[in-house]
Nanobody, 124 residues
Framework: RLAESGGGLVQVGGSLRLSCATS????????MGWFRQAPGKERELVAA????????TYAESVKGRFTISRDTTNNTVFLQMNDLKPWDSAVYYC???????????????????WGQGTQVTVSS
């Protein structure tokens, strides 16, 4: 249901844009999120966006550098990552959670659907 793309190798300070295509019929009541997990570390929520796109949340470590957005017409979610740091290296996962309202922004970590992940490597 979720397929990520856009990962790769980039130098410190560079940018990448991750995309997530979903086969879910409607995104109006679906929160979308991006998680990441580096080797030996716990999985963490990087960013999330509400169904109507009006609400977003970010991990403190990426605020001001990453931007989550969604294209409801094409059922796609994006994560624009700028000024990448070595510690941003991880497998990034796209996730989706069914919620009761398009206005609601889910801030938890219990998502219903997960993609297979895409590797992001930032070299110094």
């Amino acid at each position: 249901r979720l397929a990520e793309s856009g990962g790769g190798l980039v130098q410190v300070g560079g940018s990448l844009r991750l995309s997530c295509a979903t086969s879910l019929r409607t995104l109006s009541n679906v929160n979308m999120g991006w998680f990441r997990q580096a080797p030996g570390k716990e999985r963490e929520l990087v960013a999330a966006i509400s169904g109507n796109g009006g609400g977003t949340t970010y991990a403190e470590s990426v605020k001001g550098r990453f931007t989550i957005s969604r294209d409801t017409t094409n059922n796609t979610v994006f994560l624009q990552m700028n000024d990448l740091k070595p510690w941003d290296s991880a497998v990034y996962y796209c996730t989706a959670k069914i919620v009761y309202s398009g206005n609601y922004l889910y801030r938890g970590t219990q998502y219903d659907y997960w993609g297979q992940g895409t590797q992001v490597t930032v070299s110094s």
